[in-house]
Protein backbone atom coordinates (compact mmCIF):
# COMPACT_ATOMS: atom_id res chain seq x y z
CA UNK A 1 0.00 0.00 0.00
CA UNK A 2 1.78 3.61 -1.28
CA UNK A 3 0.61 6.35 0.88
CA UNK A 4 -0.02 8.77 -1.29
CA UNK A 5 -1.89 11.89 0.08
CA UNK A 6 -3.82 13.35 3.16
CA UNK A 7 -6.15 15.88 3.13
CA UNK A 8 -7.38 17.36 6.77
CA UNK A 9 -10.55 19.24 6.95
CA UNK A 10 -12.52 20.96 9.89
CA UNK A 11 -15.95 20.78 9.91
CA UNK A 12 -18.57 22.48 12.36
CA UNK A 13 -21.47 20.85 13.18
CA UNK A 14 -23.65 22.23 16.17
CA UNK A 15 -25.40 19.18 17.93
CA UNK A 16 -29.32 19.21 17.94
CA UNK A 17 -28.84 19.23 21.83
CA UNK A 18 -26.13 20.87 23.53
CA UNK A 19 -24.21 17.81 25.70
CA UNK A 20 -23.02 18.95 29.16
CA UNK A 21 -20.75 16.71 31.59
CA UNK A 22 -18.75 17.57 34.66
CA UNK A 23 -16.06 19.20 32.44
CA UNK A 24 -17.97 21.25 29.71
CA UNK A 25 -20.91 22.04 27.49
CA UNK A 26 -20.54 21.37 24.34
CA UNK A 27 -23.17 23.29 21.35
CA UNK A 28 -21.18 22.79 18.02
CA UNK A 29 -18.09 20.60 17.44
CA UNK A 30 -15.36 21.56 15.54
CA UNK A 31 -14.21 17.97 14.37
CA UNK A 32 -11.25 17.49 12.01
CA UNK A 33 -11.70 14.79 9.22
CA UNK A 34 -8.73 13.10 7.33
CA UNK A 35 -8.63 11.39 4.18
CA UNK A 36 -5.81 9.58 3.30
CA UNK A 37 -5.34 8.35 -0.54
CA UNK A 38 -3.71 5.10 -0.40
CA UNK A 39 -3.00 3.00 -3.96
CA UNK A 40 -5.54 5.59 -5.23
CA UNK A 41 -8.24 4.59 -2.79
CA UNK A 42 -10.00 6.94 0.17
CA UNK A 43 -9.81 6.12 3.37
CA UNK A 44 -11.46 7.90 5.92
CA UNK A 45 -10.69 8.76 9.74
CA UNK A 46 -12.26 11.27 12.22
CA UNK A 47 -10.19 12.83 15.03
CA UNK A 48 -12.09 12.64 18.49
CA UNK A 49 -10.29 15.41 20.40
CA UNK A 50 -12.90 17.87 21.97
CA UNK A 51 -12.43 22.08 21.53
CA UNK A 52 -10.59 22.14 24.29
CA UNK A 53 -7.92 20.43 26.41
CA UNK A 54 -10.59 19.21 29.55
CA UNK A 55 -11.29 15.95 28.73
CA UNK A 56 -7.82 14.62 27.33
CA UNK A 57 -4.08 17.00 27.09
CA UNK A 58 -5.24 17.31 23.49
CA UNK A 59 -7.65 19.65 21.13
CA UNK A 60 -8.61 20.09 18.16
CA UNK A 61 -5.81 22.88 17.50
CA UNK A 62 -3.28 20.38 19.34
CA UNK A 63 -4.04 17.54 16.78
CA UNK A 64 -4.25 19.89 13.62
CA UNK A 65 -0.36 20.92 14.29
CA UNK A 66 0.93 17.16 15.04
CA UNK A 67 -1.31 15.68 12.30
CA UNK A 68 0.46 17.89 9.84
CA UNK A 69 3.72 18.74 11.34
CA UNK A 70 4.53 15.55 12.77
CA UNK A 71 2.55 12.49 12.01
CA UNK A 72 2.18 13.16 8.14
CA UNK A 73 5.61 13.74 7.49
CA UNK A 74 6.29 9.85 9.30
CA UNK A 75 3.95 8.43 6.55
CA UNK A 76 4.22 10.46 3.36
CA UNK A 77 4.91 8.16 0.39
CA UNK A 78 5.60 4.60 2.86
CA UNK A 79 5.19 1.50 1.48
CA UNK A 80 2.91 -0.26 4.13
CA UNK A 81 2.07 -3.73 4.67
CA UNK A 82 -1.08 -3.25 6.18
CA UNK A 83 -2.67 -0.17 8.66
CA UNK A 84 -1.24 -2.61 11.37
CA UNK A 85 2.16 -1.19 10.64
CA UNK A 86 1.12 2.59 10.78
CA UNK A 87 1.39 3.02 15.03
CA UNK A 88 5.23 1.55 15.35
CA UNK A 89 5.94 4.53 12.20
CA UNK A 90 4.29 7.40 14.53
CA UNK A 91 5.55 5.87 18.01
CA UNK A 92 8.79 8.62 18.36
CA UNK A 93 5.97 10.69 18.65
CA UNK A 94 4.93 11.04 22.82
CA UNK A 95 1.26 10.48 22.99
CA UNK A 96 -0.84 12.47 20.74
CA UNK A 97 -2.81 9.65 20.07
CA UNK A 98 -6.15 11.26 19.29
CA UNK A 99 -4.24 12.79 16.36
CA UNK A 100 -2.26 8.87 15.69
CA UNK A 101 -5.94 7.47 16.01
CA UNK A 102 -7.13 9.96 13.32
CA UNK A 103 -4.91 8.95 10.22
CA UNK A 104 -4.31 5.25 11.62
CA UNK A 105 -8.14 4.34 11.57
CA UNK A 106 -8.54 6.06 7.63
CA UNK A 107 -5.84 3.75 6.81
CA UNK A 108 -7.71 1.11 7.96
CA UNK A 109 -10.73 2.05 6.17
CA UNK A 110 -8.47 2.45 3.02
CA UNK A 111 -7.25 -1.10 2.94
CA UNK A 112 -10.69 -2.60 4.02
CA UNK A 113 -11.90 -0.87 0.85
CA UNK A 114 -8.89 -2.35 -1.21
CA UNK A 115 -9.20 -5.36 -0.05
CA UNK A 116 -12.89 -5.36 -1.01
CA UNK A 117 -13.65 -6.15 2.65
CA UNK A 118 -15.83 -4.45 5.55
CA UNK A 119 -13.70 -2.96 8.37
CA UNK A 120 -15.10 -4.97 10.87
CA UNK A 121 -13.82 -8.48 9.33
CA UNK A 122 -10.33 -6.92 8.30
CA UNK A 123 -10.42 -6.13 12.27
CA UNK A 124 -11.27 -9.92 13.52
CA UNK A 125 -14.60 -9.03 14.52
CA UNK A 126 -17.37 -11.34 15.13
CA UNK A 127 -20.83 -9.26 15.77
CA UNK A 128 -22.77 -8.67 12.92
CA UNK A 129 -25.12 -6.79 15.16
CA UNK A 130 -23.80 -4.62 18.38
CA UNK A 131 -25.49 -3.51 21.39
CA UNK A 132 -26.52 0.29 22.24
CA UNK A 133 -26.65 2.52 25.12
CA UNK A 134 -27.18 5.95 25.53
CA UNK A 135 -25.13 8.88 27.20
CA UNK A 136 -27.03 11.33 28.85
CA UNK A 137 -25.45 14.69 29.66
CA UNK A 138 -26.24 16.74 33.29
CA UNK A 139 -29.85 18.56 32.77
CA UNK A 140 -31.16 21.33 34.41
CA UNK A 141 -33.89 19.69 36.54
CA UNK A 142 -34.75 16.07 37.31
CA UNK A 143 -38.37 16.00 35.59
CA UNK A 144 -36.06 17.35 32.31
CA UNK A 145 -33.32 13.92 33.03
CA UNK A 146 -36.79 11.65 33.78
CA UNK A 147 -38.09 13.15 30.73
CA UNK A 148 -34.81 12.02 28.52
CA UNK A 149 -34.27 8.74 29.91
CA UNK A 150 -37.70 7.92 29.60
CA UNK A 151 -37.67 8.93 25.64
CA UNK A 152 -34.29 6.94 25.25
CA UNK A 153 -36.00 3.72 26.52
CA UNK A 154 -38.74 4.11 24.48
CA UNK A 155 -36.74 4.14 21.00
CA UNK A 156 -34.92 0.90 22.24
CA UNK A 157 -31.45 1.70 24.01
CA UNK A 158 -30.49 -1.13 26.65
CA UNK A 159 -28.77 1.03 28.73
CA UNK A 160 -29.06 4.55 30.11
CA UNK A 161 -25.24 6.15 31.29
CA UNK A 162 -26.01 9.68 33.14
CA UNK A 163 -23.10 12.20 33.49
CA UNK A 164 -22.72 13.04 36.97
CA UNK A 165 -20.77 15.39 38.96
CA UNK A 166 -20.74 17.17 42.39
CA UNK A 167 -24.44 18.20 43.31
CA UNK A 168 -26.06 16.43 40.24
CA UNK A 169 -25.23 12.92 41.35
CA UNK A 170 -27.23 11.47 44.40
CA UNK A 171 -30.43 12.79 43.87
CA UNK A 172 -30.29 12.18 39.88
CA UNK A 173 -29.60 8.62 40.87
CA UNK A 174 -32.27 8.12 43.36
CA UNK A 175 -34.76 9.83 40.88
CA UNK A 176 -33.51 7.43 38.01
CA UNK A 177 -34.14 4.35 40.39
CA UNK A 178 -37.55 5.26 41.65
CA UNK A 179 -38.97 6.06 38.08
CA UNK A 180 -37.02 3.27 36.50
CA UNK A 181 -36.28 0.54 38.84
CA UNK A 182 -35.10 -1.78 36.15
CA UNK A 183 -32.91 -0.15 33.92
CA UNK A 184 -29.39 -0.83 33.33
CA UNK A 185 -28.05 2.05 34.60
CA UNK A 186 -24.75 3.46 34.51
CA UNK A 187 -23.09 6.89 35.88
CA UNK A 188 -20.01 8.58 34.22
CA UNK A 189 -18.23 11.08 36.13
CA UNK A 190 -15.55 12.50 33.93
CA UNK A 191 -13.11 12.56 36.74
CA UNK A 192 -15.03 15.15 38.97
CA UNK A 193 -14.35 13.20 41.92
CA UNK A 194 -11.52 12.99 44.55
CA UNK A 195 -10.92 10.98 47.57
CA UNK A 196 -12.47 13.03 49.83
CA UNK A 197 -15.49 12.21 47.93
CA UNK A 198 -15.88 9.21 49.23
CA UNK A 199 -18.66 9.06 51.65
CA UNK A 200 -20.69 10.08 48.39
CA UNK A 201 -19.25 7.18 46.09
CA UNK A 202 -20.31 4.73 48.76
CA UNK A 203 -23.63 6.13 48.50
CA UNK A 204 -23.62 5.49 44.96
CA UNK A 205 -23.12 1.77 45.67
CA UNK A 206 -26.54 1.55 47.09
CA UNK A 207 -28.23 2.02 43.60
CA UNK A 208 -27.11 -1.73 41.67
CA UNK A 209 -25.26 0.82 38.84
CA UNK A 210 -24.03 -1.80 36.25
CA UNK A 211 -21.44 0.40 37.33
CA UNK A 212 -19.17 3.91 38.29
CA UNK A 213 -17.17 5.24 35.33
CA UNK A 214 -13.83 7.18 36.46
CA UNK A 215 -15.11 8.75 39.23
CA UNK A 216 -11.57 10.15 40.01
CA UNK A 217 -8.66 11.92 38.65
CA UNK A 218 -7.72 11.39 34.98
CA UNK A 219 -4.11 10.23 35.94
CA UNK A 220 -5.65 8.34 39.21
CA UNK A 221 -4.78 4.96 38.80
CA UNK A 222 -3.67 4.55 42.62
CA UNK A 223 -6.69 6.44 43.91
CA UNK A 224 -9.57 3.84 42.04
CA UNK A 225 -7.52 0.70 43.05
CA UNK A 226 -8.68 1.67 46.74
CA UNK A 227 -12.18 3.10 45.74
CA UNK A 228 -12.67 -0.10 44.17
CA UNK A 229 -11.57 -1.95 46.99
CA UNK A 230 -14.25 -0.37 49.25
CA UNK A 231 -17.03 -0.58 46.67
CA UNK A 232 -19.37 -3.58 45.38
CA UNK A 233 -20.17 -1.51 42.39
CA UNK A 234 -17.88 -2.15 39.50
CA UNK A 235 -15.50 0.74 38.24
CA UNK A 236 -15.12 1.26 35.00
CA UNK A 237 -12.10 3.77 33.91
CA UNK A 238 -12.04 5.80 30.88
CA UNK A 239 -9.76 8.90 30.91
CA UNK A 240 -6.95 6.48 32.91
CA UNK A 241 -6.69 4.41 30.59
CA UNK A 242 -4.03 5.84 27.30
CA UNK A 243 -2.18 2.73 26.38
CA UNK A 244 -1.87 -1.03 26.75
CA UNK A 245 0.30 -0.83 29.59
CA UNK A 246 -2.04 1.70 31.22
CA UNK A 247 -4.42 -1.38 30.95
CA UNK A 248 -2.29 -3.74 32.43
CA UNK A 249 -1.28 -2.03 35.53
CA UNK A 250 -4.80 -1.11 35.94
CA UNK A 251 -5.97 -4.87 35.78
CA UNK A 252 -3.00 -5.78 37.95
CA UNK A 253 -3.55 -3.29 40.43
CA UNK A 254 -7.29 -3.88 40.68
CA UNK A 255 -8.33 -0.21 39.88
CA UNK A 256 -11.37 -1.29 37.82
CA UNK A 257 -13.22 -4.13 36.86
CA UNK A 258 -14.40 -2.88 33.31
CA UNK A 259 -12.40 -0.40 30.93
CA UNK A 260 -14.11 1.79 28.55
CA UNK A 261 -12.12 1.25 25.21
CA UNK A 262 -12.18 4.51 23.05
CA UNK A 263 -10.56 4.41 19.49
CA UNK A 264 -8.88 8.16 19.52
CA UNK A 265 -7.79 8.02 23.44
CA UNK A 266 -5.93 4.55 23.26
CA UNK A 267 -4.45 5.68 19.60
CA UNK A 268 -5.97 3.88 16.97
CA UNK A 269 -7.29 0.30 15.98
CA UNK A 270 -4.21 -1.63 16.37
CA UNK A 271 -3.95 -0.44 20.51
CA UNK A 272 -7.61 -0.57 20.70
CA UNK A 273 -7.42 -4.29 19.98
CA UNK A 274 -4.32 -5.16 21.60
CA UNK A 275 -6.48 -3.59 25.18
CA UNK A 276 -9.20 -5.88 24.10
CA UNK A 277 -7.35 -8.63 23.92
CA UNK A 278 -5.81 -8.00 27.07
CA UNK A 279 -8.86 -7.47 29.11
CA UNK A 280 -10.83 -10.90 27.51
CA UNK A 281 -7.70 -13.18 28.72
CA UNK A 282 -8.20 -10.86 32.32
CA UNK A 283 -12.10 -11.52 31.75
CA UNK A 284 -12.31 -7.31 31.89
CA UNK A 285 -15.56 -6.90 30.34
CA UNK A 286 -15.08 -3.44 27.69
CA UNK A 287 -17.40 -1.20 26.02
CA UNK A 288 -16.31 1.39 23.35
CA UNK A 289 -17.51 4.55 24.64
CA UNK A 290 -18.67 7.72 22.62
CA UNK A 291 -16.55 11.35 21.64
CA UNK A 292 -19.67 12.98 19.91
CA UNK A 293 -18.66 11.97 16.77
CA UNK A 294 -20.24 12.58 13.33
CA UNK A 295 -21.10 10.10 11.14
CA UNK A 296 -17.06 8.94 10.06
CA UNK A 297 -16.02 8.40 13.85
CA UNK A 298 -19.59 6.61 14.29
CA UNK A 299 -18.84 4.47 11.71
CA UNK A 300 -15.01 3.20 13.03
CA UNK A 301 -16.83 2.32 16.28
CA UNK A 302 -19.06 0.59 14.85
CA UNK A 303 -16.57 -1.77 13.41
CA UNK A 304 -14.59 -2.17 16.69
CA UNK A 305 -17.41 -3.00 19.19
CA UNK A 306 -17.72 -6.22 16.88
CA UNK A 307 -14.60 -7.52 18.82
CA UNK A 308 -15.85 -10.94 21.15
CA UNK A 309 -15.02 -8.71 24.11
CA UNK A 310 -17.22 -6.16 23.67
CA UNK A 311 -20.08 -7.58 25.46
CA UNK A 312 -21.56 -4.88 27.38
CA UNK A 313 -23.62 -1.93 25.47
CA UNK A 314 -21.43 0.84 24.37
CA UNK A 315 -22.21 4.78 23.83
CA UNK A 316 -22.57 4.31 19.84
CA UNK A 317 -26.22 5.66 19.16
CA UNK A 318 -28.10 7.05 16.18
CA UNK A 319 -26.91 9.26 13.95
CA UNK A 320 -30.40 11.37 14.50
CA UNK A 321 -29.64 11.70 18.39
CA UNK A 322 -26.63 14.05 17.55
CA UNK A 323 -27.24 15.71 14.37
CA UNK A 324 -29.67 17.02 12.49
CA UNK A 325 -28.41 15.83 9.34
CA UNK A 326 -25.39 13.63 9.76
CA UNK A 327 -21.89 13.35 7.09
CA UNK A 328 -22.16 10.05 5.70
CA UNK A 329 -24.53 7.86 3.72
CA UNK A 330 -26.96 6.31 4.93
CA UNK A 331 -26.74 7.47 8.82
CA UNK A 332 -26.64 5.36 11.53
CA UNK A 333 -29.22 3.87 12.77
CA UNK A 334 -31.35 2.01 15.46
CA UNK A 335 -33.22 -0.83 15.96
CA UNK A 336 -36.34 -0.73 18.09
CA UNK A 337 -34.59 -3.40 20.21
CA UNK A 338 -31.49 -0.90 20.80
CA UNK A 339 -29.08 -2.49 18.18
CA UNK A 340 -26.95 -1.45 15.27
CA UNK A 341 -26.59 -4.08 12.65
CA UNK A 342 -23.50 -3.99 11.40
CA UNK A 343 -22.63 -2.94 7.54
CA UNK A 344 -21.78 -5.85 5.07
CA UNK A 345 -20.41 -3.07 2.11
CA UNK A 346 -16.38 -2.57 2.16
CA UNK A 347 -14.24 -0.17 4.60
CA UNK A 348 -16.25 1.54 7.25
CA UNK A 349 -19.21 0.79 5.25
CA UNK A 350 -20.56 4.11 5.22
CA UNK A 351 -19.54 6.76 2.14
CA UNK A 352 -19.58 10.23 3.32
CA UNK A 353 -21.01 12.91 1.65
CA UNK A 354 -18.15 15.09 -0.01
CA UNK A 355 -21.26 17.73 -0.44
CA UNK A 356 -22.10 18.04 2.83
CA UNK A 357 -18.92 17.72 4.16
CA UNK A 358 -17.48 20.84 1.97
CA UNK A 359 -20.37 22.75 3.10
CA UNK A 360 -19.80 22.60 6.77
CA UNK A 361 -15.58 22.98 6.11
CA UNK A 362 -14.17 26.08 8.26
CA UNK A 363 -10.07 25.42 6.88
CA UNK A 364 -8.88 22.46 5.19
CA UNK A 365 -5.30 21.58 4.14
CA UNK A 366 -4.03 18.47 1.23
CA UNK A 367 -0.78 17.17 1.71
CA UNK A 368 1.58 15.23 0.00
MG1 LIG B 1 -16.48 8.43 30.16
Same mark, same amino acid.
Given at each position: MHIHSLTLREIHLPLVTPFETSVDRVTERRIILAEVNVDGVSGWGECTAGENPFYSPEDTETCWHILKDYLWPMLKGRELI?????WPLL?????HNMAKATIETAIWDAEARLKNRPLWKLLGGERTEIPCGVSIGIKDSLDELAATVQRELASGYQRVKIKIKPGKDLEAVQRLRQDFPRVKLTVDANSAYRKDDWPLLKQLDGFYLMMIEQPLGWDDLFGHVEVQKNLQTPICLDECIHTYEHAEAAIALGACKIINIKLGRVGGHLQAKRIHDLCRRHEIPVWCGGMLESGIGRAQNIALS $?????SLPGDVTASKRYW??????PEVTVTPHGTIHVP? $?????FTPRLDRIASLTARHTHLI
Open positions: SAACVEPVRG $TLANFQEDIIDT $TPGIG
